[in-house]
């Protein structure tokens, strides 16, 4: 059998700072915190570790960095609340877990991961999901860890637009965000993963597309990894990560051509945002239709590339 090349791409969310109101000292920090994740997983990649293994310690480092929306650092509902979504999903196995509308595990990635391994479901949302995740193996934080001041304005300012009726001129920083990751690892086997705290003032019980398997995260051997991050409900209603998989498998298409026609069509539709993806050989890509998305990938030679808008990857 032919050697399989490790991959790992990253993303932490299409909700940008402008590129004119990031300072040089805010984008080294965004790059810095993208590097730091690329490492984590890269390390159990090139370690000989699976693409699971390499997918949820990627996404932990950015759920632990309140620069990105998810963890520590995500956005507050409509009513002040905090209510996150993850996911995670196994290629080889199509084994898949997701948590939805939860608060208190510190890493909702390993939430989900532990729904996947040992609640016989796959899916749990809200306080059916909390029961649940005490008995398992994972850190549970006190409210005050996940809180950014950051957040908080975003959803003061918010709020206060929608009394006004003023038209929504806000950035997408302060729209929205996610974290994800896709590896593919020497094996061969792909996995994608998902985490965010969702839409700025978004209802209470809202839930995006990252937890929906087939919308915002899918993994499977035979055609890619998918991590989406942006309109959510739009990327629900157009399946996209499956859709990705489905222009593979059926119409015999690229990654490359099936991942950028997806992200078009989703603009179309209202739909803004990006994705990363990853198959069975080959870079992986990142494709995404607005002004930028937290970005990084690295193949096998080990190189980290990150970028945040449309600029040259920094190496
Ligand atoms: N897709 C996420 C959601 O709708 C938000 C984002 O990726 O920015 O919850």
Redesign the pocket.
Known sequence: MAKVEPALAIHG???TIPASALDPAGADAHHAALRAALAAGWDILGGGGTALDAVAAAVCVMEDDPLF?AGRGAVFTAAGALEM?AAIMDGETRAAGAVAVICGPRNPILAARAVMADSGTVFLAGAGAELFLRDQDIAFMPPDYFFTQRRRDALKLELSRRASGAPDTRSDAD????VGAVARDAHGNLAAGTS????TA?PPGRI???PVIGA?TFADNATCAVS??????V?IRFTAAAEIAARIRHAGQSLDRAASDVVAELLNRGGD?GLIAIGPAGPPVLPFNCSGMYRGFCTADGVFHTAIHREEYRR
């Open positions: 969310g299409a909700g929306n979504d729209r929205h965000g996610t965010t705290g969702g839409m978004k995006g597309d990252c915002g989406t991050t942006g309109t959510g409900e990327f945002g």
